[in-house]
């Protein structure tokens, strides 16, 4: 009897240990999410959240690489073959967008995201170590300044067509949204009020962030977008300056060879490998075999590279382009059909600044100011050889036609041609540069979320 009695007592025990440690375990709390106000307490939680907007900022949707390869078939007119079946894409080809444009959606998206990771970080910029919190915060406002600029000239008219004081550009946000709901709906700021907040953000940025910095943003990254961003407001003289304190800076050169400029192709049978940015990137994003591919390869690759082989060079405009003394015409490559060698491996990085724009910058604002003494203390000529030299070119003139030609050569492809157009209001066929068919439509999912937003005109 007494051993039964024992007995008992060890099953009740256990009984009850059972018992309490089921109830422990119903008690933990669900570990799939976490409270906005848990989420950024430490150093070290900001700084992760910083890595989530870069990779954010680089997806193929925004920085990675698709809307620049949009602007590019949207002023597409004879270089580009298009064999796609995405009918976005043909869209964008036809000068046809419609409002329900999927891709066109995900620009809108993923750059909002990328803002809103930076407003997170920036709203917890006090819990950073104080040795951390000046290069943290200003990476945050390269972000948030960089997406705002490729969002108002995507979705905006154009800073030079009409008023850019009343013309509508995109919202802008400058704290965390947590929740949406009709309280924090955002009307359209103005171009103008758009173009000043990614002035302020990059400008601040370029105060706070350092000289070198690995392959995330640094001081000259922000010159660089501000030296771009001048050159579209038609603001020469701000343009020229931020170019020459790039150039200047002393921490970058031009490859010695153009393609060296670009990731490079794998040899033909091997697996495409990521590589690290050349000394001529200002700014790129970083592709790897675990984050994504380059999104530029996607369409301008061939298959053997990874590439989908939708989007072919045209050897007639290759041929009517380039002289055959121009090393830049070997930036082709014949896979059954022409592709641009400078995005084949589907895992190299994006190059988002290099510095041939900076030189062509600084030339183009001192041509077009042609001061006493010009900016930077180098002529336009200079400026020009620099960048033509490499490519085995002489130069003889440095007129605004000498240097803006020199822009299409020098970065075909890489999404500068719409936005080139639209500032010195240059037709594309017989679409005047100002046609609402050249301008992203707001997403009419975002209109039917957010009752304040308004559509562009032409949709």
């Avoid at 109830?23 to 950024?40: G, R």
Wanted: with cysteine; aromatic share 10%.
């Amino acid at each position: 009897m007494k051993k039964t009695y024992i007995n008992n007592i060890i099953f009740t025990c256990i009984l009850l240990m059972m018992l309490s440690s089921c109830k422990k375990a119903l008690d933990i709390n669900p570990v799939d999410t976490i409270e906005q106000k848990n989420a950024l307490n430490t150093s070290k939680d900001v700084e992760g959240a910083l890595v989530g907007a870069y990779s954010d900022l680089g997806s193929r949707n925004f920085f990675g690489g698709r809307p620049f390869l949009m602007a590019d078939f949207l002023a597409n007119t004879d270089a580009v073959e298009w064999f796609g079946t995405y009918e976005e894409l043909t869209q964008a080809i036809n000068k046809s967008l419609l409002k329900t444009n999927v891709f066109v959606d995900n620009v809108w998206a993923s750059g909002y995201t990328a803002i809103n990771d930076a407003n997170n970080v920036i709203a917890a910029i006090d819990k950073v170590d104080a040795a951390k919190k000046s290069r943290v915060e200003g990476e945050a406002k390269f972000i948030r300044g960089a997406a705002y600029f490729e969002l108002v000239r995507l979705f905006g008219r154009d800073y030079n067509d009409g008023s850019p004081t009343t013309n509508l550009g995109v919202p802008i946000v400058l704290t965390p949204t947590n929740l949406i709901s009709e309280a924090n709906y955002v009307s359209r700021a103005t171009v103008t009020a758009v173009y000043n907040q990614a002035i302020a953000d990059l400008t601040d940025a370029e105060t706070k962030l350092p000289a070198t910095n690995g392959f995330f943003a640094t001081k000259s990254a922000a010159a660089a977008m501000l030296a771009r961003l001048y050159l579209q407001m038609g603001n020469y003289s701000a343009a020229a300056n931020a170019a020459n304190r790039v150039i200047t800076s002393g921490n970058y050169h031009l490859t010695s060879n153009y393609l060296d400029a670009f990731p490079k192709m794998p040899e033909s049978g091997k697996p495409a490998k990521p590589g690290d940015n050349t000394t001529e990137d200002v700014f790129a994003m970083q592709v790897t075999t675990l984050t994504g591919f380059n999104g530029f390869n996607e369409f301008y690759g061939s298959s053997t590279f990874g590439g989908r082989g939708d989007a072919v060079i045209s050897q007639d405009w290759i041929d009517a382009t380039y002289s055959t003394d121009d090393d830049r015409i070997n930036a082709f490559y014949d896979d059954d059909d022409i592709f641009t060698a400078k995005f084949g491996n589907q895992f190299g990085n994006v190059p988002v600044i290099r510095l041939a724009e900076m030189y062509l910058i600084r030339a183009e604002s001192n041509v077009r100011l042609a001061p006493a003494a010009p900016i930077g203390g180098v002529t336009p000529l200079q400026d020009l050889a620099t960048v033509r030299s490499r490519a085995g070119l002489t130069t003889i003139t440095a007129t605004l036609a000498d240097i803006l030609n020199e822009r299409k050569l020098e970065f075909a492809f890489e999404g500068f041609s719409l936005h080139d157009a639209k500032r010195t209001q240059t037709n594309i066929g017989n679409i005047p540069w100002n046609s609402t068919k050249l301008v992203f439509p707001i997403p009419q999912r975002e209109i039917d979320a957010n009752t304040k937003l308004t559509q562009n005109a032409g949709y």
